[in-house]
């Protein structure tokens, strides 16, 4: 079990990453951060979220996984 310490220096190294993406969209809005840090899609729309609902793609997995079968 992870001391708390470790705990919190991964949570400030996660939310040190995060005030860069979006270029800078969240950089100054603490609670922007700790919610993009947290859950890193913000959204589900057609660009952040699954492309087997938007477009009936299959998933890299399932791509790796349909070429080993048929070899």
């Known amino acids: 079990m992870r001391s708390r310490g470790i705990r919190r220096h ?3 190294r ?3 990453r995060v005030r860069s993406y979006y270029g ?3 950089a100054n809005d ?3 951060i700790g919610k993009i840090a ?3 899609r913000l959204c589900s729309c057609q ?3 699954n492309p087997r ?3 009936g793609q299959a ?3 399932e791509l790796r996984a349909d070429r080993a079968m048929e070899g």
């Open 10 to 12: 991964h949570e400030e």
């Open 38 to 40: 947290h859950a890193r």
């Open 24 to 26: 800078g969209y969240a």
């Open 59 to 61: 998933t890299i997995q």
């Open 53 to 55: 609902r938007h477009w």
């Open 30 to 32: 603490p609670r922007h």
């Open 47 to 49: 660009m952040c979220g």
């Open 14 to 16: 996660i939310k040190s």
